[in-house]
């Protein structure tokens, strides 16, 4: 199954709550937020009191995708926002499994990110333990950035990986229709998108182009 994700990075802030509802509207069904410190990515976005309050507005699963150094000191934080998942980075841990087991304890589904240098090998130790799987198509850290094409054959292969988990392959990153049919067709299920929706004359129909892809 196909599920869209679109990145509010993307979204107009002074409208929030009706972007929201469009995306919803439209049949979206995660929604993304980008929490970004300024260390782990060169940028900075918003954070806890933000999702908290669009959880007000929504019954999305919110899936967050924490770019931060040493996520576990954030996640006292996070862990009463309403988030669904939460998607921390490989590169940024350095005790991953203490981060898995706070969200676990906590009934949050877990993501685990790699930037696009880190092989996905690194996620074999975890892949029993964890919900979702997030390959990064660009260099995190701002959206409207190119798709990185040398990601597929990193897609597929960790498609392959995680075939015997019950895990959720999703992309992020310069994902628009044409590159995310790529990205279905080496195994992905979950796609990001932040400008490809939200700057489209007709988000609704960038969102049902891509739930028909797995319709082909
Ligand atoms: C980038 C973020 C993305 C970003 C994607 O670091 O992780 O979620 O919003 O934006 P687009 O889809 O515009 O590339
Ligand atoms: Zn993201």
Redesign the pocket.
């Known amino acids: 199954m196909i599920l869209v994700a679109p990145?509010l990075?993307?979204a107009d802030y002074g409208r929030l709550h009706q972007q929201i509802n469009m995306v919803e509207n439209a049949g979206a069904d995660w929604l993304?937020f980008?929490i970004?410190d300024g260390h782990f990515?060169p940028n900075l976005s918003y954070g806890a009191d933000m999702v908290r309050q669009m959880r007000t507005n929504s019954s999305l699963f919110f899936d967050v995708?924490l770019?931060v150094e040493e996520p576990l000191n954030f996640l006292p934080m996070f862990e009463h926002c309403g988030a669904d998942q939460i998607t921390v980075h490989y590169e940024a841990c350095s005790d991953l499994p203490a981060v898995i087991s706070y969200l676990r304890q906590r009934h949050i589904k877990v993501g685990i990110s790699v930037k696009p240098q880190t092989s996905e090998e690194v996620l074999q130790p975890f892949l029993h333990d964890i919900d979702n799987v997030l390959i990064?198509t660009?260099e995190?850290?701002?959206?409207?950035?190119q798709f990185m094409p040398d990601m597929l054959p990193k897609i597929k292969r960790t498609a392959q990986m995680i075939a015997e988990h019950k895990i959720t392959l999703e992309v992020?990153?310069?994902?628009n229709p044409q590159t995310a049919e790529l990205c279905f067709e080496n195994g992905a299920d979950v796609f990001?998108?932040?400008?490809?929706i939200f700057k489209a004359q007709n988000p609704a129909e960038i969102i049902r182009q891509l739930h028909q892809l797995g319709e082909k």
């Open positions: 990145s990075l993307a993304h980008d970004m990515v995708h770019m990064m660009v995190p850290g701002f959206g409207g950035q992020d990153g310069g994902i990001v998108a932040g400008n490809a």
